[in-house]
């Protein structure tokens, strides 16, 4: 593993974007980091670290970092489908790009899907599955939303990029109108279900500021930073917009889930702020040793993320198996204990990490039918269901069909797996190459 560090390391054209590269790895360890330390573990439950101690939510202007994810994923989508609109046939372009950009994400996510299934079904048939151990079965699906999210980012790659190269900014304008527009039916006129298209007029705004920055268009970015800012100052501050850029418990309105213009406002700041600090993020990432770890990082990236929950709660599971007392959440103790459990929860992460990092790598192209556009929408399709259901549901109840709503439909978890599975390989068979 060190050496092919090195060499890739070593390999890097000059022409690359490291910072980008930094990003995507600054963006999702700051995600797993807040997790691990929002975690309010009982005997009793799992509760989080925000509601206990409402004050520390003003954290989450900075640790909900996932615009930063999207937005660095409209850089690469834009960079990638245009670099395959050279080398291939039009007709054949699209599924050749939903398989390049979704091959190291869905190969860990399947995976990591197929041994939490079967874990789920052994336990449930066991009889075990109720109290702490039903809580880690629906939590350790929740970070698949993040999956959902990212796979119509690239589904919707294609159209939107093309409005770009057309309108500008006017293509990312017409996106916040659309988030504006839902917000105001959602909350002056109690209009039903219509916030739910807040999944995509707030997080493909985002991934739209990538493409911006692919064409070297954020000029001004402390401006985007000032604006973003203070539009989520002023929305939290008038209402009815929480605190908190992250879901919790019990809250009516959550910035999250759906999204709201607060969190669009949160995720423009976040953009401006870290475009503001290119500068010296380049000049960071051109140190070898750091370049280094950021290669390495990038090469295991989903699969940590699809573990570290799972890492978390063996950590809380190992220390109630142990008789190790869980302190009050937010006490002195709680706190004293903190670094100790994420100490653990690292080194379980990297463990479930060297065991699972081979299915992060890259597959060979390999020769198929080439069936194209049709059957690669379709798949992601049944993939973005699937992967969002079971975020919703959890592994869970697998054989008395609990179920959850999805928008309005509601998906029990051996449906949400079905489709994940299925809609994958069609991604699959749609992507390769055509026979010669």
């Given at each position: 593993m060190g ?5 890739l390391?070593?390999a890097?054209p ?10 995507r790895?600054a ?7 807040g ?6 573990v009982?005997?009793d ?5 925000l509601?206990v101690?409402p004050?520390?939510?003003?954290l989450t ?7 930063v994810?999207?937005?660095?994923g409209?850089f ?9 609109l050279?080398k ?7 599924a050749?790009f939903l398989r ?8 860990p996510t ?11 079904l ?14 880690a079965l ?5 970070p698949?939303w993040f999956?959902?999210i990212y ?5 919707f790659?294609?159209?939107l990029l093309?409005l770009?190269e ?9 996106l ?20 739910f298209?807040?999944?995509a007029?707030v997080?493909?705004?985002v991934?739209?500021?990538?493409f911006?920055?692919?064409d070297?268009r954020?000029?001004?970015p ?7 800012l203070?539009?989520?100052?002023v ?7 929480p605190?908190?850029m992250v879901?919790m ?7 999250m889930a759906?999204?709201?213009?607060a969190?669009?406002?949160h995720g ?6 870290v475009e ?5 993020g380049t000049?960071?990432v051109r140190r ?11 090469g ?25 007392a869980?302190p ?14 994420i ?6 992460t ?5 065991a699972?990092r081979t299915f ?7 020769p198929?039918?080439g ?6 929408a379709l798949?992601?399709t ?8 079971l ?6 109840g697998m054989l008395?069909?609990k179920s959850?709503?999805l928008v309005?439909?509601r998906v ?6 079905a489709?994940a ?8 068979r749609?992507?390769r190459?055509p026979?010669a």
């Amino acid at each position: 593993m060190g050496s092919s560090v090195r060499e890739l390391a070593a390999a890097t054209p000059g022409t690359r974007d490291r910072y980008i590269d930094l990003l995507r790895v600054a963006s999702l360890g700051t995600v797993v980091f807040g997790h691990w330390l929002m975690a309010a573990v009982t005997g009793d439950g799992v509760g989080n670290l925000l509601a206990v101690v409402p004050e520390l939510q003003v954290l989450t202007w900075g640790l909900q970092i996932m615009p930063v994810f999207f937005f660095v994923g409209g850089f690469s989508h834009a960079l990638s489908y245009r670099s395959l609109l050279r080398k291939q046939p039009a007709g054949s372009v699209y599924a050749a790009f939903l398989r390049a950009r979704l091959q190291r994400l869905l190969r860990p996510t399947m995976v990591f899907i197929l041994v939490w299934g079967s874990a789920a079904l052994v336990v449930q048939l066991l009889g075990g599955d109720a109290g702490l151990t039903g809580v880690a079965l629906r939590l350790v699906a929740q970070p698949l939303w993040f999956i959902g999210i990212y796979l119509a980012m690239v589904a919707f790659t294609p159209p939107l990029l093309k409005l770009h190269e057309r309108w500008g900014w006017g293509a990312f304008g017409a996106l916040v109108a659309g988030a504006v527009l839902v917000d105001g039916l959602r909350f002056l006129l109690d209009v039903p279900f219509v916030e739910f298209l807040n999944f995509a007029f707030v997080w493909l705004a985002v991934h739209q500021l990538g493409f911006l920055r692919a064409d070297g268009r954020i000029r001004v970015p402390g401006a985007l930073a000032a604006a973003g800012l203070a539009g989520a100052a002023v929305l939290v501050a008038l209402g009815p917009y929480p605190l908190s850029m992250v879901g919790m418990p019990g809250e009516k309105v959550s910035n999250m889930a759906p999204p709201t213009l607060a969190l669009l406002c949160h995720g423009l700041w976040l953009v401006g702020a870290v475009e503001l600090l290119k500068g010296p993020g380049t000049r960071l990432v051109r140190r070898g040793r750091v370049w280094r770890g950021v290669v390495a990082a990038n090469g295991v990236a989903m699969t940590a993320f699809l573990w570290h929950l799972t890492a978390m709660l063996g950590v809380y599971g190992a220390m109630l198996a142990l008789g190790i007392a869980l302190p009050e959440p937010a006490t002195a103790a709680w706190w004293g204990q903190v670094p100790f459990r994420i100490a653990v929860a690292i080194a379980l992460t990297l463990v479930l990490v060297a065991a699972f990092r081979t299915f992060e790598r890259p597959a060979p192209a390999a020769p198929g039918s080439g069936s194209g556009g049709p059957v690669a929408a379709l798949g992601i399709t049944l993939c973005l269901l699937g992967v969002l259901g079971l975020s919703m549901v959890g592994f869970g109840g697998m054989l008395e069909g609990k179920s959850a709503m999805l928008v309005a439909v509601r998906v029990t978890a051996p449906a949400a797996v079905a489709m994940a599975l299925a809609g994958w390989l069609l991604v699959e068979r749609a992507g390769r190459s055509p026979r010669a």
